[in-house]
């Protein structure tokens, strides 16, 4: 069954420094989706992608967030100078019609 | 008022029984409705849609009530592997797709 990955895994940064996380959504979905959890709170949506653009964010998605597909196949999300609250899950999603998600990147801010 | 709200829990029942986890959303404008299931430190995994007319698949059923804006879920002879969080989950629609999802409700079955 196909599923979506990400990577890495768990990621550990410094404040301030840049991170990328990466995914790759299962190969026929046009739409791609971030969404982080804060430890013990919500999922909480951060953007959609479709169409080789940003079709959707919220009001966390600041300057701060960049998202790209590279090629044909990743999709990442960039966080370029990272805050200590930055520290969540991040999990990426791809849908055709329903979303499936990823197995999330933990993201340690210290 | 929370856009898509349950209550936490936890539900601790033992095996075998039936337990029933309620939602409720704010916007009547949405438009889909799905429970996904979510275990400790891990990814949301889609455990049904939600229709109007109701659905069933196995041990669990959800129904939706539009005019009420509330969305239940009903697991019949609980698991030990029934044991997650589950959460309700609502596309708010207006041409959006990002998914609003629910705080989650923490079931734990019991031996």
């Known amino acids: 069954e196909p599923e979506v990955t990400q990577t890495p895994s768990h990621q550990v940064t410094q404040m301030g420094q840049e991170v990328i996380l990466r995914c790759v959504p299962i190969?026929?979905?046009?739409?791609f989706y971030w969404y982080r959890q804060i430890l013990g709170q919500k999922v909480e949506f951060l953007v959609s992608f479709y169409n080789n653009e940003i079709s959707e964010k919220s009001e966390i998605f600041d300057d701060q967030f960049s998202v790209e597909r590279p090629d044909g196949s990743n999709f990442t999300l960039k966080i370029r100078s990272t805050k200590l609250e930055d520290s969540a899950m991040y999990f990426c999603?791809?849908?055709?019609?329903?979303?499936?998600f990823g197995p999330g990147t933990r993201l340690l801010v210290l | 008022r929370k856009e898509v709200e349950q209550d936490p829990g936890p539900f601790n029942v033992p095996e075998g029984a039936t337990v029933a986890f309620n939602c409720t959303y704010s916007?009547?404008?949405?438009?889909?409705f799905f429970w996904y299931r979510q275990d400790c430190r891990k990814e949301p995994k889609l455990l049904m849609s939600?229709?109007?007319s109701g659905n069933e698949d196995g041990r669990f059923t959800a129904q939706l009530n539009r005019a009420s804006q509330y969305i239940s879920l009903l697991i019949r002879d609980s698991k030990l592997s029934d044991s997650a969080t589950y959460l309700c989950v609502v596309n708010m629609g207006t041409g959006r797709r990002a998914l609003t999802f629910g705080s989650g409700t923490r079931l734990q079955v019991q031996p």
């Open positions: 999603a791809s849908a055709s019609e329903t979303q499936y």
């Open positions: 939600v229709y109007s």
């Open positions: 190969s026929n979905h046009l739409y």
């Open positions: 916007n009547s404008a949405s438009q889909s």
